[in-house]
């Protein structure tokens, strides 16, 4: 089968590899309909974590249709059209118990994190999604049945970025009245904005330092846009928040924020992991006593983390892999009631 496989830093390739197989009895094969390139993916080829073997299949936002299973799946069938959760996940361990399903024990054993698709040793060395066919194990915990009348450009996103929206608002502790301001206008972003509305914020801001990204934010979600490049970003949210704060700031940036000469260096030479400049906007942009949801990925350790400020402000940070399983059945029925319409956010689709 045809597959996009990683040959090193900035280099990937459109390959023949093995058509996967059952393995497990819990394991399913997907043919994969649509799949969709995350910025964790970019994280992946510029090199920012933990570099994989060559030859390593990307992608962890994938749907399809159910091939073939094992004789002890039970929830899916061949025939079935299923998105894929990017996390892998057994669903029996302490951690699935509590519905943490990104942190799984049983996925990925011999590691400090949990599963990923496509995403090398370090996440379960699973094959990804920007592929044919996809070997998705634990199927009845990894796979989420969606109806014929949905499209593909409507359900995709809840692989990954939509519950990761979700999730960032949640972590943040968005609740009705809410100021809310949202770190970054990419796909998570947008995700973010909508829900935010959805749960019950009164205002939300968008920042970013892309004009195309903040119309976007503005057209489809009805955020307030901030250029990063022409206004100090506290300084404008505390203006449009009679003095105060936003009282949630949802960071969907992570490490790849614009990076300071001094970020680049320290990164290149491994004494450093990439930049905190979104997250270090967002301590500052939130009130005093309010909250931070962090879904941006962050790698390794970062030599200048603002704890002092965190400490000083009395804030509640939270945040990490998004336990997509989780929200995705109540996400499901926001997309089927149009609620939440993620497909306005496509630009380019692909054969």
Request: hydrophobic share 40%.
């Amino acid at each position: 089968m045809k597959a996009l496989a990683y040959h090193g830093m900035h280099d990937v390739r459109v390959d023949e590899v093995p058509t996967p197989d059952l393995v497990d009895r819990t394991d399913a094969i997907i043919r994969v309909t649509s799949t969709a390139i995350c910025g964790s993916d970019l994280h992946l080829i510029h090199n920012l974590v933990p570099s994989l073997p060559t030859g390593m299949v990307l992608g962890h936002e994938a749907m399809g249709i159910v091939e073939a299973v094992g004789p002890e799946v039970k929830r899916v069938r061949p025939g079935d059209r299923v998105v894929v959760a990017f996390p892998i996940a057994c669903g029996q361990c302490f951690y699935c118990q509590q519905q943490l399903y990104s942190l799984c024990d049983d996925a990925n054993p011999e590691g400090e994190n949990g599963a990923i698709f496509g995403y090398g040793k370090q996440f379960g060395d699973f094959a990804g999604g920007q592929a044919e066919y996809l070997r998705v194990p634990y199927a009845d915990i990894g796979l989420l049945k969606v109806p014929d009348e949905l499209t593909d450009h409507q359900v995709l996103f809840l692989s990954d970025i939509l519950p990761t929206g979700w999730f960032g608002c949640e972590a943040g502790g968005v609740k009705k009245g809410d100021d809310v301001v949202i770190m970054g206008c990419g796909p998570v972003g947008l995700m973010a904005m909508q829900a935010a509305w959805l749960q019950g914020a009164k205002r939300v801001f968008a920042v970013d330092h892309l004009t195309y990204r903040l119309e976007a934010a503005a057209q489809i979600c009805g955020a307030e846009p901030i250029n990063l490049l022409e206004t100090h970003v506290a300084e404008a949210v505390k203006e449009r928040t009679d003095g105060k704060g936003a009282d949630v700031a949802v960071d969907c940036v992570g490490l790849e924020a614009t990076m300071s000469t001094w970020d680049r260096i320290e990164t290149f030479l491994k004494i450093d992991s990439g930049s905190i400049a979104a997250l270090s906007q967002a301590i500052q942009a939130v009130r005093r006593g309010g909250s931070i949801g962090v879904v941006g990925v962050y790698g390794g350790r970062n030599n200048f983390f603002p704890w002092g400020e965190i400490f000083a402000k009395g804030l509640r940070v939270y945040g990490g892999q998004t336990p997509v399983q989780r929200y995705w059945g109540d996400l499901l029925e926001h997309i089927k009631a149009g609620r939440l319409q993620p497909e306005r956010i496509i630009t380019h689709p692909m054969k």
